[in-house]
């Protein structure tokens, strides 16, 4: 019990002496505090804020990415082979009695085709990628449905009729009307560009706020492949889970039902190159911040330096009185550790105070430019030969030019709990050097002097 109460003890003693020493500083000294504070502070509260938005970019567009372009898992022949459109029904059939974890399965389609629009003197080509899908399947996709937003009506490729979806900017650019025909070619070989090619109704239009979709890509219904090549050529059969996190034990248990018959991807490795781009320009980002709280541990070393310095006296005062080495590296340790974890909460808040802000914050900073702005205009139009000039308002973040409605702020709480530990660990390491040595001060040397 008094081992627990001698413990007990040196603790406050500990704390008592720590917030002494950070408390009464010469002005110099809380200077050197503060601007060690907000530093941690201010990296974090920009490292934060860029993660944010990062990953809320990384997420918009892998999502569109996977619930459009791909799917969770996609199955295909070995041989490169194709399903036929029975094989490919039955084999879904199948799959739906095995797995019920399995939300949608879609057997699909991709082709790049010419697509032609016909005028009263000449005719506009373009190269689009087709995408002949399960029309009853796709419906099931609540994923899909959620990104893929139809502007004209309901989701409307029916079996018999040959129709197609095509994005808003493709529509747009080329003056469209709904239920227009435009024609195209079973692939983009020389003998398909001189043919007129197969009609298509444009039954509706969509956006998916992603601009390569929008702009280049083209969906038709599997049973529309026949009349266009001749044969329903099921390429892939693509896969939607009704919760992303069964992906392993859903990859384990296909293969295992299907016996190597067929080869089984995941969205990760379909979309490898682009998952990787990504990853590392994360990765960069990191680097680079590390490097800024390097120069800020570099700093606390410095300042605690100066501050065993100043101490000096009181450290061989310490120890004259029974302190020991350990005692001393404690009161000093708690500084530094007080500075990395108020300066990282305070980072952290704020950084997420003005994450989930942060178009507010741009509207407040595009209002002042722009009054600004106007306010310097206005005045050189009285000026005879500037009176032309034309005021263009300055937009922070332009939806054109980013093509997304607006700022999708995601923020991952362990990379955050883990960013702030590394702050704290750096801002410890940097204390420990010179307060071991200053743990070694015999106190007659500076008494003597």
């Known amino acids: 019990m008094s081992d627990k109460k001698q413990l007990i003890n040196k603790i406050k003693l500990w704390f008592y002496i720590g ?8 002005k110099s000294g809380s200077l050197i505090f503060f601007a060690l504070f907000f530093g941690i502070a201010l990296g974090l509260l ?59 399965v879609v057997p699909y389609s991709d082709r790049e085709v010419i697509l032609k629009i016909k005028g009263s003197y000449f005719t506009n080509e373009q190269i689009i990628k087709l995408r002949a899908i399960d029309p009853d399947e796709v419906m099931k996709d609540v994923k899909f449905i959620e990104f893929f937003k139809l502007l004209k009506g309901s989701f409307n490729l029916n079996k018999s009729d040959y129709n197609i979806l095509l994005g808003e ?5 080329y003056w469209l009307n709904l239920n227009e025909t435009v024609y195209l070619t079973p692939d983009i070989t020389l003998a398909n560009i001189k043919s007129t090619g197969i ?43 009704k919760h992303n996190a069964d992906q392993k034990s859903a990859v384990k248990n296909l293969k295992k039902y299907l016996n190597g018959k067929y080869i089984i991807q995941t969205a990760e490795e379909i979309n490898k190159g682009y998952f990787t781009a990504l990853k590392i320009e994360k990765l960069m ?59 990282s909460f305070f980072g952290v808040f704020s950084g997420m105070l003005m994450c989930y802000n942060l178009e507010k914050i741009f509207e407040i900073l595009e ?27 300055v937009k922070i973040y332009d939806t054109s030019i980013y093509y997304q409605s607006g700022f999708l702020i995601r923020l991952n709480f362990h990379e955050i709990i883990i960013i702030c530990f590394i702050v704290v660990f750096m801002t410890v390491f940097a204390a420990y050097m010179p307060v071991l040595k200053a743990s070694k001060i015999r106190p007659n040397e500076i008494i003597k002097k």
Do not use: C
């Open 367 to 393: 209002t002042v430019i722009n009054s600004i702005i106007l306010y310097i205009v206005s005045l050189l139009k009285n000026i005879s030969f500037l009176n032309d000039i034309d005021f263009i308002p």
């Open 46 to 104: 920009v490292l934060i804020s860029v993660i944010g938005v990062m990953n809320g970019f990384q997420y918009n567009h892998i999502s569109r990415r996977i619930e459009i372009g791909s799917y969770h898992l996609t199955i295909k022949k070995k041989d490169a082979s194709f399903f036929s459109l029975n094989e490919a029904v039955n084999f879904k059939k199948k799959l739906y009695e095995k797995f019920p974890q399995f939300l949608s």
């Open 285 to 343: 980002m990191f680097v680079l911040f590390i490097l800024i709280f390097l120069m800020v541990a570099a700093n606390t070393f410095g300042a605690l330096k100066l501050t065993i310095i100043e101490k000096k006296m009181d450290i061989s005062i310490l120890k004259a009185v029974g302190a020991s080495p350990f005692d001393i590296q404690v009161i000093f340790i708690l500084e530094s550790l007080i500075l990395g974890f108020s300066g």
């Open 19 to 26: 917030f002494k020493y950070i408390k009464f500083r010469k």
């Open 199 to 241: 009609p298509f109704k444009i039954s509706n239009i969509f956006k998916t706020n992603s601009y390569d979709y929008d702009r280049y890509w083209g969906f038709i219904s599997i049973y529309s492949l026949i009349p266009l090549t001749g044969r329903a050529d099921i390429e892939k059969i693509g896969i939607k889970l």
């Open 169 to 173: 900017p493709f529509y747009e650019y």
